[in-house]
């Protein structure tokens, strides 16, 4: 998938030189900046992936999306922006209250091995740092880099990360088998490159509040999934968690103020300028 991602994303920049200055290495200031885009973002992807060979749909994805919060906490760290408010902080922590109540440690039952349940909740947790990481450096990349561009980086990286971990793991690459497979593994590229090329653009260049309320809209497919493809029942405690999760991160985007928590790069040219020792 992330092989066709990075065909098309490259080809889109070879294409237009004009609304991508440095070409598919980007600008040459902002190169290191890319690269650790990508990488944190692969660990995001890796993360959740894991996480979905033990967990149900609904719990990996409501686990991802403790990443925005923890996103928002960390910017208030960086050099010209807003520090984390009390309601902030307490909104993180109802987060992590909701994680508790899908994860349900107190409870004995669980489908998999203990072991394998650990595996996936430790992957799920670095799947959400990779994606704050990710946040954080589209934060600092703003408007200074067209949004293809960061995919462009994204993409390839995930594919070389993706071969070394095969490498270490001594896993061989399987390749599909049937024509209907290769059909569906090309749907999944394309769709692929639309998603984050839009999710980019949207973080980078729109109203970030409002992509982050259309996001959380995942939470309700999965539960759905889970429910009608699956049937599996999420059960009250875990739509309680997911309230909670939902709640405490829209109730971080919402609160965002001009020099606040903020996913996109929302600042003027002169504020910028005294800003670029903080961000690139």
């Not at 509040?209 to 259309?214: D, G, P, S, Y």
Request: neutral net charge; charged residues 10%.
């Amino acid at each position: 998938m992330m092989l066709i991602i990075t065909i098309l994303s490259w080809t889109y920049v070879l294409v237009s030189p004009a609304v991508t200055p440095g070409g598919v290495f980007g600008p040459t200031k902002l190169r290191l900046l890319l690269i650790v885009r990508g990488i944190a973002g692969f660990f995001g992807i890796w993360g959740f992936y894991v996480s979905l060979r033990y967990l149900a749909l609904a719990e990996a994805t409501l686990i991802n999306f403790l990443a925005p919060v923890l996103a928002a906490l960390l910017l208030g760290l960086l050099p010209g922006q807003q520090r984390c408010s009390v309601a902030q902080v307490l909104a993180a922590l109802v987060a992590v209250l909701g994680l508790l109540c899908v994860l349900q440690p107190w409870n004995a039952h669980i489908t998999n091995t203990p072991k394998d349940h650990a595996l996936a909740v430790g992957a799920a947790l670095v799947g959400v740092v990779g994606g704050a990481v990710s946040f954080l450096t589209m934060s600092c990349l703003g408007g200074h880099v067209h949004p293809i561009t960061t995919v462009a980086y994204f993409a390839p990286v995930c594919t070389v990360l993706s071969g070394v971990s095969l490498i270490i793991q001594q896993q061989s690459l399987s390749f599909p088998a049937t024509a209907v497979q290769w059909l569906l593994v090309c749907i999944l590229g394309i769709l692929g490159f639309a998603m984050h090329w839009l999710m980019a653009a949207s973080l980078m260049t729109g109203d970030s509040k409002r992509a982050l309320h259309i996001v959380y809209v995942q939470v309700v497919f999965a539960m759905v999934a889970d429910k009608i493809v699956w049937r599996l029942d999420p059960g009250w405690w875990k739509y309680a968690g997911a309230l909670l999760i939902v709640g405490s991160a829209i109730f971080v985007a919402a609160t965002k103020e001009d020099r606040g928590y903020t996913l996109v790069g929302e600042i003027d040219v002169e504020e910028k300028i005294g800003n670029e020792d903080a961000c690139p």
